[in-house]
């Protein structure tokens, strides 16, 4: 349906279009609040193309169409409607304080997330990583004894608030405290005292695709290029195969992710290179979606269960009418993810010190 030009309006076009067929929108601005409703359609706009809502609503709703793909348009609400951009941390630092790199997923964003939030995983799969930094470990050193951590999993106003309590010494947990922030933001825990931060963006591309961005920022000073290697293909990298040309990871499925079993027989549980490649190995592995019928999560799985949760209770919210307020109140986006370890509580998160720990630095 690419002459949609034969209609009134976009939507008139969209109200006519079966599943399946394409809407392609030309170069210029639409003033209109288009709603696409239980239609497997694909709204496709050229460079230029924008929709513009007014205040009696958004310039595209979609509803009950799961299946619809909307790319290459450029979408402006009403002012009061326009989401302001989240306070987190990596946002309020200059440019040259923050190195992103992104690399493409294929799998569902939401599966990819949940490889991100759980910190169960971390003692085995990044291992090798772990092990390769022996000499300054530190108190990660307690990732590696104590592989079943305890879960505090904190539902909150621009997401979850996820605590891993690890037993470090008698009378000490170590703790790992990792966010994620409607509606594909994650951060994860560096040492505490530390001027770095670590985060990912995992933007959904359709169903079986995600594009994720890597963001390392700095609290206090430019990042070298040095520090840039050490992040992609440095001797212990955090993305060891990236492909700039493709944008997308070296390892992969058709050639099992540079498995190598020799490391993995020595000291690698994975026998895989790269704290992302291992990651991607098991979130893809496992197929684009997994039939989640046959899943039995357990308490290591707190984590998955709570986002999820928060998810789909904001998507019904919305179904009711309700909108989400994170997109409005960016402030609630400025809590730091952090790891320390602290004298044994019952009284965690009412701690003083561990509320200070929460606000950003910046
Ligand atoms: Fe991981």
């Known amino acids: 349906m690419d002459e949609w030009g034969a209609y009134k309006s976009l939507q008139a076009a969209v109200d006519a279009a079966r599943d399946g067929q394409t809407i392609s929108v030309g170069a210029g601005k639409w003033e209109e ?111 590696l004894r104590d592989k079943a951590p305890r879960w505090i999993v904190d539902p909150t106003n621009y997401g979850l608030m996820l605590a891993a309590r690890r037993n470090a010494e008698e009378d000490s947990y170590y703790w790992r405290i990792n966010h994620f922030y409607f509606p594909w933001y994650t951060t994860i825990a560096g040492s505490l005292g530390s001027t770095r931060g670590h985060g990912h963006i995992w933007v959904p591309v359709d169903d079986t695709h995600t594009e994720v961005w890597c963001v390392t920022w700095s609290t206090d000073e430019p990042m070298g290029e040095d520090e ?41 549980f994975a026998g895989i290179l790269g704290t992302r490649e291992q990651d991607t190995a098991v979130v893809e592995g496992m197929g684009a979606i997994v039939d989640r019928t046959n899943e039995h999560l357990g308490t290591s799985d707190m984590a998955i269960i709570g986002m999820r949760r928060q998810l789909l209770n904001g998507a019904k919210a919305l179904l009711r009418g309700q909108e989400p307020a994170a997109p409005y109140q960016p402030e609630l986006y400025r809590v730091r993810s952090w790891s320390a370890v602290l004298p044994r509580s019952e009284q965690f998160l009412d701690n003083p010190q561990v509320q200070q720990l929460m606000q950003n630095l910046v």
């Open 33 to 143: 609040c288009v709603v696409v409703e239980g239609k497997r359609i694909v709204i496709a706009g050229v460079a230029g193309a924008e929709i513009h809502g007014s205040d009696s609503g958004p310039a595209l709703t979609v509803r009950g169409a799961f299946g619809a793909v909307v790319r290459g348009l450029t979408l402006r609400n009403a002012s009061e409607k326009q989401p302001a951009l989240p306070g987190l941390e990596w946002l309020n630092v200059p440019s040259s304080q923050r190195y992103l790199v992104k690399y493409n997923q294929e799998c569902n964003f939401v599966q990819a997330i949940e490889g991100d939030i759980d910190s169960s995983h971390i003692g085995f799969l990044h291992q090798s990583t772990l092990r390769l930094q022996t000499s300054d470990i530190g108190v990660r050193v307690y990732q």
């Open 228 to 268: 840039k290697y050490r992040i992609l293909s440095g001797p212990a990298p955090h993305i060891a195969s990236l492909d700039p040309a493709t944008g997308k990871l070296r390892a992969a499925k058709a050639n099992h992710f540079l498995q190598d079993r020799e490391a993995q027989r020595n000291f690698s």
